[in-house]
């Protein structure tokens, strides 16, 4: 089938598509050009073939055949600000921008009737990651930390990169008032961390030999499912449960061998951390109502970060999201808003004794800065021909900035030295519609 083999190919353009810094912690707000434009809500509102990536029990309201594909350029805003990288243990602070600012993030969807009950589904899809490159930003040289350089150490010389892609296909059953559907899911996943780091390797008390830490990338598949379901209790108003399992992965020689360039024996960290980085499961409730050409949605979420392997040793925290969103509908065109808020799930520990705990904010800062917590959305879409749409959305993230104390991490006082990200997000959604 033509539709087959164009999913394939997007589903390997998602494979090497490069590192995301999505917005409910490492989780893409929505997925799809109507979700996103309506504060990332879809667990109750129909939207076509993009349910197959929400609620595939929605699937059921469709009727025929609609194929979905598209994507979102997505351009996250992140400076670092911090002097900890300092061997000397001097007061200058290192700044840059990261230059993982322009990612593209795939999407496909298709859903067909099978019978009156029956209904297939197929969603492939960039789901979630995250990433910064602070390279080349100069810094300090090998064998002379104070003079300067263009090696990049004053901000480590980091990179970082998360991509994960998922395959679903679904299945729902539906009568006049409610459904369920099922979705099997395939997850792959890739992970790269890498730096730079001064080390005394003479024991003379001062740093001198600048070291790598980082093994390229590695990867894994770990498997899942999705599960949903909707009741109308009118016509016109819906409520709808859905549940994403949690899927383990292992990246290695990853976060472990990243972690243990800071184990330091004297310390409360001795051991580095293991490589394993479960996404973490979902539970989700939703509403929508339609009055006359409107739509009202409204979705909660709560994302298990607090209990996923990897996050929560980085002391991410269960997060609470809520969205809503207003759709008008003409008959050849439609525009919709939106708000989405998720509190920070990364809990600073901000001990004034703990090493480990430095290292741990300081991690979350530098590599994996998931900070933005509101986000304003608006779209539109228009029908080209009766059998053919074009659907576009635009997710704002206001900035947000935050400090962490890194002076045990430096050998200095508790708050000698600090570390200070800033995050802004901008992401432009386009997503084409067939139905036949």
Do not use: C
């Not at 076509?48 to 979102?72: C, D, H, M, R, Y």
């Not at 392997?309 to 969205?323: A, C, I, L, P, T």
């Not at 300081?362 to 900070?371: D, S, T």
């Amino acid at each position: 089938m033509k539709l087959t083999k164009i999913a394939l190919a997007v589903a390997a353009t998602a494979m090497v598509s490069t590192p995301v810094l999505a917005t409910n912690g490492d989780n893409l707000i929505g997925l799809g050009a109507q979700s996103r434009a309506l504060g990332g809500t879809g667990t109750a509102a129909y939207f076509g073939s993009e349910n197959a990536l929400t609620n595939p029990s929605l699937l059921g309201k469709g009727q025929g055949t609609e194929f979905a594909i598209g994507g979102t350029l997505f351009k996250p805003d992140v400076k670092a600000n911090t002097n900890v990288a300092d061997p000397a243990g001097g007061t200058a602070y290192t700044s840059q921008t990261s230059d993982a600012d322009t990612n593209i993030i795939p999407e496909v969807s298709l859903s067909t009737r099978l019978n009156d009950n029956w209904t297939f589904g197929l969603g492939i899809f960039g789901s979630a990651g995250m990433g910064t490159d602070y390279r080349d930003n100069g810094g300090l040289t090998e064998g002379s930390p104070l003079s300067g350089g263009q090696d990049g150490t004053g901000l480590f010389n980091g990179y970082s990169n998360l991509q994960l892609m998922k395959f679903a296909p679904s299945l729902a059953y539906n009568n006049d008032t409610w459904g369920i559907g099922f979705a099997p899911v395939i997850q792959y996943g890739a992970l790269d961390i890498n730096y730079k780091q001064f080390v005394d390797t003479d024991s003379d008390g001062t740093p001198d030999t600048l070291f790598n830490r980082g093994n390229g990338m590695s990867s894994d598949i770990g498997y899942g499912f999705n599960v949903g379901g909707h009741f109308d209790i009118t016509p016109d108003f819906t409520i709808a449960l859905a549940y994403q399992s949690a899927i383990d992965m292992k990246y290695k020689d990853q976060i472990s061998d990243a972690s243990s360039g800071f184990v330091n024996s004297a310390t409360d960290f001795k051991t580095p951390f293991d490589d394993n980085l479960e996404q973490p499961a979902e539970l989700k409730i939703g509403a929508a109502y339609n009055m006359g050409n409107f739509m009202f949605t409204a979705d909660a979420k709560q994302i298990k970060w607090g209990s996923a392997n990897g996050y929560k040793e980085f002391n991410w925290k269960d997060q609470n999201v809520f969205g809503i969103g207003a759709k008008y509908t003409r008959s050849n065109y439609w525009v919709g808003i939106g708000y989405n808020r998720g509190e920070d799930p990364i809990e600073k520990v901000d001990s004034q004794t703990s090493y480990k705990g430095q290292v741990i904010d300081m991690f979350n800062n530098h590599f994996f800065p998931a900070v933005v917590e509101q986000h304003f959305t608006f779209g539109g879409g228009y029908n080209l021909t009766k059998n053919l749409a074009l659907d576009g959305a635009v997710v704002y993230a206001p900035e947000v900035t935050k400090e962490v104390n890194t002076g045990l991490i430096s050998q200095r006082a508790y708050n000698a030295t600090t570390h200070e990200v800033t995050h802004s997000q901008i992401g432009y959604t386009l997503s084409l519609r067939m139905n036949f």
